[in-house]
């Protein structure tokens, strides 16, 4: 079996900063690309942003510049830090990790149960 849990939410306030970190855990060969999204209240989930295994990135427009995703292969863990965060970036943020079980085969998607980002003043 495959875990993956974030860690690291809170409550921050306008132009602050915070770190979400999200680590697999359990019995797989590798991990491809790890992802984060969010979902605010009403709306769909969205794509944050993406690291893949080599460390390419890519970023949603409303968080380049604030967001930086960076990942430790050795520790299968994937981090988000958040710089000059808005209140439109208040989510529950979601980790998913494209998991390869056993070598050769395909990859698989493991979501955690997210972690609640709030910013409020």
């Known amino acids: 079996q495959v875990q993956v849990v974030e860690s690291g939410g809170g409550l921050v306030q306008p132009g602050g900063s915070l770190g979400l970190s999200c680590a697999a855990s359990?019995?797989?060969?590798?991990?491809?690309?790890m992802d984060w999204y969010r979902q605010a209240p009403g709306k769909q989930r969205e794509l944050v942003a993406t690291?893949?295994?080599?460390?390419?990135?890519t970023y949603a427009d409303s968080v380049k510049g604030r967001f930086t995703i960076s990942r430790d292969n050795a520790k299968n863990t994937v981090y988000l830090q958040m710089n000059s965060l808005k209140p439109e970036d208040t989510a529950v943020y979601y980790c998913?990790?494209?998991?390869?079980?056993?070598?050769?085969?395909?990859?698989?998607?493991?979501w955690g149960q997210g972690t609640q980002v709030t910013v409020s003043s």
């Open positions: 359990g019995n797989f060969f590798s991990i491809n690309a």
């Open positions: 998913k990790a494209a998991v390869i079980r056993v070598r050769f085969m395909g990859e698989s998607d493991y």
């Open positions: 690291i893949t295994r080599g460390g390419g990135t």
